[in-house]
């Protein structure tokens, strides 16, 4: 595969362009170092951790572990899937239930422009059978990515000054609901405006994101400023979701980000993957982030019922953030 493109010169950092970013540093984190025999790499790699997640709540995650052929498979195969001349044999899957673990959809309107693929990838693994071999990769990808994710939860345990289970325990994360988005900006129609995503969060512990052509992606940082996330080759941009920032009772901050299609002159795949905890789990602000000068900003939530409050079923999982807010 190819390097990934650029077309960031779609995208200037001045007011009066519309949907105008920065170009500013997004921290990298290098997950192989997080587990470091060498104490001071590691010391160094976790502080690098909790000032990204302090400071910013999103991160380029570099030394991850998944092989080039696993991400290169898994990005082909989505390509294939979303090929224009099999659009009808994809709409098997629109939604008929909010029992299908498998959805489909394509979007056009001003205040959407893609076309989608969501499936639940854990615990259990729904994927399409078509194109051949789609499925096996997408599983492949799908557990070298819940890897990560356990890391990254024991990782940032740490950084919060908790024993290295402590996430995993708080949000059940080995039997956490996953759900993976694939989708396709902009979609095979024509777009209606600029926007291919809307300002939103997302739910869960973390979001991880990959893709294969770089541009689009804007994230609003804690200071307010839109920054353009230029994602380094076979990197992951990691976010943190809303019930990481209700169980640090907001010492960890989810973050509002959007997708821009420009130009509509390069087609760019994303493939999301919303990790949460288990769908029955109540999360609340865990006690150790509540006192006197702290105190609780957040109503507890069953993650099933936060996945449904702006939707019918968990596979949409859209953020309900503002609905668990008490202060």
Not at 143 to 172: C, H, N, P, Y
Request: some cysteine; glycine content about 6%.
């Amino acid at each position: 595969m190819a390097e990934v493109s650029s077309f960031a010169s779609q995208f200037q950092c001045y007011d009066e362009v519309p949907y105008s970013a920065c170009d500013d540093e997004i921290p990298t984190v290098d997950y192989s170092l997080l587990f470091s025999d060498n104490p001071n790499q590691q010391l160094d790699a976790l502080q690098r951790l909790r000032h990204a997640c302090l400071e910013y709540g999103f991160f380029y995650l570099v030394n991850h572990g998944i092989t080039d052929e696993v991400l290169d498979n898994m990005l082909k195969g989505v390509s294939d899937f979303f090929n224009q001349t099999t659009l009808d044999e994809r709409k098997i899957y629109s939604k008929r239930s909010p029992l299908d673990n498998i959805r489909w959809g394509l979007n056009s309107y001003t205040g959407e422009n893609r076309e989608y693929l969501k499936v639940v990838a854990h615990p259990q693994y729904h994927f399409p059978s078509k194109p051949s071999g789609f499925s096996k990769t997408l599983e492949e990808y799908g557990k070298d990515m819940r890897r990560v994710v356990i890391g990254l939860a024991r990782a940032v345990s740490k950084t919060l000054g908790f024993e290295e289970q402590f996430i995993e325990k708080a949000l059940e994360l080995k039997s956490g609901f996953d759900v993976m988005a694939m989708n396709l900006y902009p979609p095979n129609a024509k777009s209606k405006g600029a926007v291919g995503l809307s300002e939103h969060t997302d739910p869960g512990f973390i979001i991880s994101l990959v893709q294969d052509v770089n541009g689009g992606l804007q994230i609003l940082s804690h200071k307010g400023n839109w920054i353009n996330a230029y994602i380094p080759y076979h990197a992951i941009l990691i976010q943190l979701g809303d019930q990481l920032e209700i169980l640090t009772n907001g010492m960890y901050k989810s973050h509002i980000h959007r997708v821009i299609v420009g130009n509509n002159k390069v087609k760019r795949i994303s493939v999301v993957g919303v990790h949460g905890p288990s769908l029955d789990k109540l999360i609340s602000p865990s006690t150790v982030f509540v006192d006197d000068e702290h105190p609780k900003k957040y109503r507890e939530m069953a993650y099933k019922e936060s996945l449904v409050v702006n939707g019918d079923d968990e596979v949409d999982v859209q953020s309900s953030l503002e609905k668990a807010r008490l202060v």
